[in-house]
């Protein structure tokens, strides 16, 4: 009997082979893992020496994701789309990286008045991994799989998996099974050619080198997720609109500093006195974008309230009265 053996089965046969590979011999090869020359004898170092090596070697991160820069705009946009169009923005990650997804989630509300469910986390061993290490997680698959697949991930959400290495199991499971789904996926790693960059549509790698102390990727490959991180939502959300100028005008007046904060943008922006700022707020249901629209187009609450409705929140274009395009 012939048996026909496929490019599928060829490639299948490879993931296998390459399962059963010591993992100590497939980390010896990334970057992040590498010893770095700068920090030799760091522990005979005295405490200015030790923080001019870290600070040295810190000034290299943005270098790094400067590289990546074309890919970063990608996923900004497929996320500004994706969210336009009721979709969700899901971090997946392990560890530091898990940890700063989390950070970079829970920071949208306040600073764009986002839904809690467009922005989200998923994290090796849930939210208690965020206080304590849970790291055996990181290793699972199924774990991936199934933490993913509770989300039930679809054609109009994108799925970030963010590894340094780029080879957690539970990221590239994750990634893949949302991939699978129609999902827009992307990876954020600091070595190339890694099975997380294979599982996902785009790669935004930032290779930083190796670290001060050898594989604490919590060091400059956190420092370059958490600027990737940044530059993903803070360019989503401003291609919404939910910047103006340079203005953070969709913050969530939740406590004294943010109802100050907005009371100040307004001033800003407008260029008027505090006390207008402060009635106008009052009378615009306190919100920023409502009350900024009915400044600059010289318009009423419920025109302003309009105009930002057909714009889908765009402050910008309610202003201007133009549709949105993306």
Known sequence: MLISTTTQDVAEAHKKEEARIDPASLLQHLITEGQNEASQGFDTKSAVEIARIINHEDAKVAAAVKKAIPEIAQVIDQVARSLRDGGRLIYVGAGSSGRIAALDSSE???????????????????????????????????????????????????????????????????????????????????????????????????????????????????????????????????????????????????????????????????GIDRPTAVETIKSAGRSVPVALVMLKAKVDKPEAVRRLAKSDGNVRLAIEDNVLEL
């Open 108 to 270: 949208c509300p306040p600073t764009y008045s986002t839904a809690p469910g467009q922005v989200q986390y998923i994290m090796a061993g849930g939210p208690k991994a965020l206080a304590s290490a849970v790291e055996v997680n990181e290793d699972s698959e199924e774990l991936g799989q199934r933490d993913i697949a509770r989300r039930r991930p679809t054609r109009k959400d994108v799925v970030v998996g963010l590894s340094a290495s780029g080879r957690t199991p539970y990221v590239v499971a994750a990634v893949a099974y949302a991939r699978a789904r129609g999902a827009h996926t992307a990876a954020v790693t600091c070595n190339h050619g890694t099975p997380l960059e294979a599982a996902a549509d785009l790669a935004i790698v930032a290779e930083v080198g190796p670290e001060v102390v050898s594989g604490s990727t919590r060091m400059k490959a956190g420092t370059a997720q958490k600027m990737v991180l940044n530059m993903i939502t803070t360019g989503a959300m401003t291609r919404l609109g939910y910047v103006y100028e340079n203005l953070m005008v969709n913050v969530h007046m939740q406590n004294s500093k943010l109802v100050e904060r907005g009371i100040r943008i307004l001033m800003c922006a407008c």
